[in-house]
């Protein structure tokens, strides 16, 4: 859904609630684990989370859609263009108008918006990191990146805040890695480091039919700890939030660490379907948070 660029103008207060409402729309219908999260916020914080997740869903979607990889470059470079252009006032696209407003208003920095449109585009070639220190760029820029974003919409005190949302940020994009190995490698990306599955003697090969012996739990375990470990440098983020930002930001915490324990329980098996949590599950840990988001503790 397209409309026609605009000329920079002061917004039109029915063409900026058309655009939230577009927003909230799209973030109710794809963004699982965290709209449950958005309902926490006050009216204006949880809108804005959907004008920024709409941005970052309509990029996903131009690089995960069908086709070459080479064939959606040109669309990932129109939405680029368009960001900037969107941030100057001249729309083309219906979430414009409700993303420019949030990013103007809590001031978010447009530098992490470019840097999630470069992770985007790292998976348009097959993934393959010689090492972790190469895999860490794209964990920052597809998920770092994002986390800075929202404590800008959520408000924090103190520059540490910010290394603390870039750990959780690799947290999650670990347990995502983890969770979608064999359906990655079916697509040919393996994120996982070669140095990883070399020192398990475990072969891209054996990741593609599904192998879990184990070498594979082994594997497993070092990625599981090495998950762990960033998800506790993300904790102390927690009190350096707003309330309901803290409340958001601990129902994502404990959401995406309670994947990462399932696949534990799962002994690793993350081939034969995929590991989830219950809608009933994520409801609770929303319902958990609501104390904090109102103030109580």
């Known amino acids: 859904m397209t409309m026609p660029a605009a000329v920079s103008t002061a ?11 577009y927003c909230e729309g ?3 219908r794809e963004a699982g684990n965290f709209y449950h999260a958005f309902r926490l ?3 204006d914080q949880r809108r804005a989370m959907c004008a920024l997740y709409s941005f970052m869903r309509v990029a996903d979607d131009l690089a995960d859609g069908p086709g070459l990889s080479e064939e959606k470059r040109r669309p990932l470079q129109d939405w680029r263009r368009q960001l900037d252009e969107a941030l100057e006032g001249a729309y083309s696209h219906p979430l414009h108008p ?3 407003h949030t990013i103007r208003r809590f001031g978010v920095p447009p ?5 999630v449109i470069d992770g985007v585009e790292m998976d348009l070639d097959a993934a393959h990191y010689a090492v972790f220190a190469d895999l860490y760029p794209y ?9 800075l974003a929202c404590i800008h919409i959520w408000g924090f005190s103190g520059e540490q805040a910010k290394v603390h949302a870039e750990a959780a940020g690799v947290a999650f994009q670990l347990t995502n890695i983890l969770r979608d190995l064999g359906e990655d490698a079916g697509r040919g990306r393996v994120y996982l480091p070669r140095e990883d599955l070399e020192r398990f003697g475990y072969k891209e090969d054996d990741l593609r039919r599904g192998v879990r012996d184990d070498r594979f739990r082994n594997l497993m375990r070092f990625e599981v700890e090495r998950a762990a470990a960033y998800y506790r440098d993300a904790e102390p983020l927690a009190p350096l939030l707003r309330p309901a930002g803290r409340a958001v930001f601990l129902t994502m915490l404990r959401t995406y660490r309670g994947l990462l324990d399932a696949i534990v329980r799962r002994d690793y098996d993350v081939f034969s379907s995929r590991v989830r949590l219950s809608r009933a599950h994520k409801l ?5 948070a609501l104390p904090l988001s109102w103030g109580w503790t």
């Open 284 to 288: 609770w840990l929303a319902a958990r």
């Open 11 to 21: 917004l039109d207060s029915r063409e900026l609630s058309r655009s939230y409402a």
């Open 111 to 115: 530098a992490y918006l470019h840097a």
């Open 41 to 43: 916020l006050p009216a």
């Open 26 to 28: 799209l973030a109710r």
């Open 98 to 100: 409700a993303f420019h």
């Open 139 to 147: 964990c920052y820029r597809v998920a770092s990146a994002v986390g």
